[in-house]
């Protein structure tokens, strides 16, 4: 017994001793990364010695440092770039449509962000260029060329239809004077009843002699149960001005008025009979505004007269819409020097007043 203890016990001292050395070498080559369990020894008191120490193992906890590549994810750095590629592009989109239109309000939302901000400044002068050619469009008056009759007084027969159907009949005169560089135009028109005659309208021109024809300064009218009216004529500061209202009209080279009106087509016609082979535009100053009358040629006529009958070129102004609703009629007789032989007024409530010459009588100046 004492020889088999003794030996059982150097026994286990070897065996605590080889598993004491064992374990050291585990968990050395464990800590190393290079120990291979199955190069363990197959007892049996191994393995149970093998599940004891297995649970040393925790450490593995350190593999937990793996999750830290979640921080690589830095792919949200490239949407900064992103956006730094974006802006150059956006600055290019609001510098081009600024320039095209020439608007400043593009230009100034793009210059903030684009140093390119004065390349937009410079196309801005481009706009200042459609403004020059808006300016020009002032309608120039057309020149005619004019030879003015020679002075003299016409007679007329005058014939009124009313719209009712009421006729009326009378006489008017024309007469017109040169003296000092200027002339005096002066027109009566009335009817006879019974006996007596009644003044219906008296118009009176007084002006100068220009290379246009006619120049009228001061025009004045009075009409049967209408106050006296006169029209001024400020060739100083082109404009016309009126007596009956607050209107101001720019005052157009060559206008005339209601009283000129007749002599200057007369004169027209004698400084070139081609000029009437088109359309005709007259600025006439009236009682209360100036409007410009376009005649138009409608031909030759033969028209009876106490005179006989008498070649004329017939103008006419039909209604104008906004501007005037009568139509007025002249006839230019060529072998009477171009002078009106016969004037027709047709007002808009269909009224007819037709003058057509009885007399000519030419008068010598100043007279």
């Known amino acids: 017994m004492g020889i088999f203890s003794t030996t059982a016990g150097q026994r286990r001292a070897v065996l605590v001793g080889a598993l004491i050395v064992v374990l050291h070498l585990a968990l050395f080559s464990f800590v190393s990364g290079t120990v291979a369990l199955p190069r363990l020894p197959a007892s049996t008191g191994m393995d149970f010695v093998q599940a004891q120490l297995l649970p040393a193992p925790a450490a593995p906890a350190a593999p937990d440092p793996a999750p830290l590549p979640l921080p690589t994810p830095l792919p949200p750095p490239p949407l900064p770039k992103l956006a730094q590629e974006g802006v150059p592009v956006a600055r290019e989109d609001a510098v081009e449509p600024a320039v095209e239109p020439g608007s400043g309000g593009m230009g100034e939302a793009a210059a903030p962000d684009v140093p390119a901000a004065p390349a937009a400044a410079e196309p801005a002068p481009v706009p200042a260029e459609p403004a020059e050619p808006v300016a020009p469009p002032v309608p120039a008056p057309r020149r005619y060329k004019v030879d003015l009759p020679p002075p003299a007084r016409i007679t007329m027969d005058v014939a009124r239809v009313d719209a009712d159907g009421t006729r009326w009949s009378g006489e008017a005169q024309l007469g017109w004077t040169f003296r000092d560089g200027g002339y005096r135009i002066a027109f009566e028109a009335g009817i006879r009843i019974v006996f ?172």
Do not use: C
């Open 196 to 367: 007596a005659r009644v003044n219906l309208a008296m118009l009176t021109s007084e002006g100068a002699l220009a290379a246009t024809g006619f120049a009228p300064v001061k025009m004045t009218e009075k009409r049967r149960g209408r106050a006296l009216t006169a029209t001024h004529f400020d060739w100083q500061q082109d404009k016309i001005t009126f007596s009956s209202s607050q209107k101001t009209v720019p005052l157009v080279a060559g206008a005339q008025d209601k009283a000129s009106l007749p002599l200057q087509l007369a004169a027209i016609a004698r400084g070139d009979p081609a000029q009437l082979g088109g359309d005709i535009d007259i600025q006439v100053g009236e009682d209360r505004d100036a409007v410009v009358f376009r005649f138009v040629v409608v031909g030759q006529e033969t028209i009876d007269t106490r005179l006989g009958k008498l070649q004329a070129v017939h103008l006419s102004r039909p209604p104008k819409e906004g501007s005037y609703r009568s139509r007025l009629d002249v006839w230019l007789a060529p072998g009477q020097g171009w002078y009106p032989v016969q004037i027709r007024n047709t007002e808009a409530n269909g009224a007819v007043t037709t003058q057509t010459v009885n007399n000519i009588a030419f008068t010598e100046p100043g007279k």
